[in-house]
């Protein structure tokens, strides 16, 4: 096991109210009980893609697949971080794929982070800028160092933990991110609200999706949140009940 970026900070626990669901935009999580790392979510680009930063009301603040792509939804993220007077301490990566990368340099650069992402997500990284010309969206693709994240790494993030888990299928490299004392995890595009991550593409396997969310989710305690990459957040329980792609679990 890799402790990472280790930081100081008290930890506070916050609650956020909810409000009404925009499209696009800011939302904010009643997250039913309190807990010592919030999360904030941002719909960014056309692929309406959840871009996440977490952080604990004091000095820690992480940045999840910052899909920003245009100049008025980087000023979102940034006029909101220095609204709640964070600073971004760390720049992660659920997976590669071109509509949770796009904010990647303009993130780094700004706040001097280093991106880190699964040990095996490299070649989703190098096509992601490809990618972006075939669909009329290129961007900058960030050049400085990489972290790779293995299976059972703690991020530390002030006075919490973030575990990496390795959920491949959707992409080769695919990770999540769960905070255990907090009952959720960032989930990228893993397990969706009634739905799964799609698997027709380069990288991408049904059978190997299925047996990630089966053995490396689904053995996750049922209340636990799932935030995911696009869509509404859901729970373990109510995805192992209903979700239709996962019969007889
Ligand atoms: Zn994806």
Redesign the pocket.
């Known amino acids: 096991m890799r402790i990472l970026h280790i930081k100081s900070g008290i930890i506070e626990k916050t609650t956020v109210q909810v409000k009404t669901i925009p499209k696009t935009g800011e939302i904010d999580f009643d997250l039913k009980k309190a807990i010592m790392l919030t999360v904030k979510r941002f719909i960014f680009n056309p692929v309406q893609e959840n871009t996440y930063v977490l952080y604990d009301g004091k000095d820690a603040c992480c940045i999840i697949d910052p899909g920003c792509y245009f100049q008025e939804e980087k000023q979102t993220l940034a006029s909101w971080l220095k609204d709640q007077h964070l600073v971004p301490t760390l720049l992660l990566n659920t997976?590669c794929?071109l509509?949770?990368v796009f904010g990647n340099k303009w993130v780094a650069d700004k706040y001097g982070l280093q991106l880190q992402f699964g040990e095996y997500e490299q070649p989703s990284f190098d096509f992601a800028p490809r990618s972006g010309e075939q669909w009329g969206m290129p961007f900058e693709q960030y050049t400085g160092e990489i972290l790779y994240l293995k299976e059972g790494d703690l991020i530390i993030l002030g006075n919490d933990e973030l575990e990496v888990l390795f959920t491949p299928g959707?992409?080769v490299g695919h990770v999540v991110f769960y905070n255990r004392p907090g009952g959720f995890i960032i989930g990228?595009?893993v397990l969706f609200r009634l739905g799964i991550?799609r698997t027709d593409i380069p990288g991408g396997d049904a059978e190997t999706l299925l047996k990630s969310i089966r053995t490396k989710l689904f053995s996750l305690p049922a209340e636990t949140i799932v935030y995911p990459?696009h869509g509404e957040p859901t729970t373990i329980g109510y995805e192992k009940e209903l979700n239709p792609f996962l019969g007889n679990v």
Do not use: A, K, N, V
């Open positions: 997976h794929h509509d949770h959707h992409s990228g595009d991550g990459g």
